[in-house]
T-cell receptor, first 109, second 114 residues
Framework: DAKTTQPTSMDCAEGRAANLPCNHS???????VYWYRQIHSQGPQYIIH?????ETNEMASLIITEDRKSSTLILPHATLRDTAVYYCIVAGNNRKLIWGLGTSLAVNP | DGGITQSPKYLFRKEGQNVTLSCEQNLNHDAMYWYRQDPGQGLRLIYY???????QKGDIAEGYSVSREKKESFPLTVTSAQKNPTAFYLC?????????????FGDGTRLSIL
């Protein structure tokens, strides 16, 4: 499974868009990009996933570059409750998720 | 509500004692997973099961055991052979029919050694 690279930490002002980048340059053709977040002392929460097209749901948007080597998770209007560690994971049909250290996002008032 | 229930939320173990962590799901998911998370680290896979009465070792299975007698339940036993059991344990499940469906997680059990 491909591994990912994310910034260690990011800050965002409340009400502004949070754009979280992820590099996955060794991604294979059948691997999906998944995003989860984890608020302190809770289980990871699934946010969104995609293969090659951009995706949007009620929580976020996922933008995947045409070469699929990187992606960006967008939280359109960040709130204080979005403060969490965000994990970008790529996984294929064997379904093993390899978890890195993620990006610690701080949303500031 | 549908979801994954882990119990207890906090658990304390004495030296040399086995303890069992419960994971129950009512999502009708076929696959279930156990992860361990240490402070400041990502999740590591302990065991997983794709179907009832079958399970496979993950990356750090030593000192742990599981069973999968029912679709809804996937208990994890932390044995006395696990020398560093203090961690946050997370259970997940997912649908297997569509290979790209995500795993969904419970709220975890925090295990500490007395």
């Amino acid at each position: 499974d491909a591994k990912t690279t994310q910034p260690t930490s990011m800050d965002c002002a409340e009400g502004r868009a949070a754009n979280l980048p992820c590099n996955h340059s060794t991604i294979s053709g059948n691997e999906y990009v998944y995003w989860y977040r984890q608020i302190h002392s809770q289980g990871p929460q699934y946010i969104i996933h995609g293969l090659k097209n951009n995706e949007t749901n009620e929580m976020a948007s996922l933008i995947i570059t045409e070469d699929r080597k990187s992606s960006t998770l967008i939280l359109p209007h960040a709130t204080l409750r979005d403060t969490a560690v965000y994990y970008c994971i790529v996984a294929g049909n064997n379904r093993k998720l390899i978890w890195g250290l993620g990006t610690s996002l701080a949303v500031n008032p | 509500d549908g979801g994954i229930t882990q119990s207890p939320k906090y658990l304390f173990r004495k030296e040399g004692q086995n303890v069992t962590l419960s994971c129950e799901q009512n999502l009708n998911h076929d696959a279930m997973y156990w992860y361990r998370q240490d402070p400041g680290q990502g999740l590591r896979l302990i065991y997983y099961s794709q179907i009832v009465n079958d399970f496979q070792k993950g990356d750090i299975a030593e000192g742990y055991s599981v069973s999968r007698e029912k679709k809804e339940s996937f208990p994890l036993t932390v044995t006395s052979a696990q020398k560093n059991p203090t961690a946050f344990y997370l259970c997940a499940s997912r649908v297997t029919g569509n290979s790209n469906q995500p795993q969904h997680f419970g709220d975890g059990t925090r295990l500490s050694i007395l």
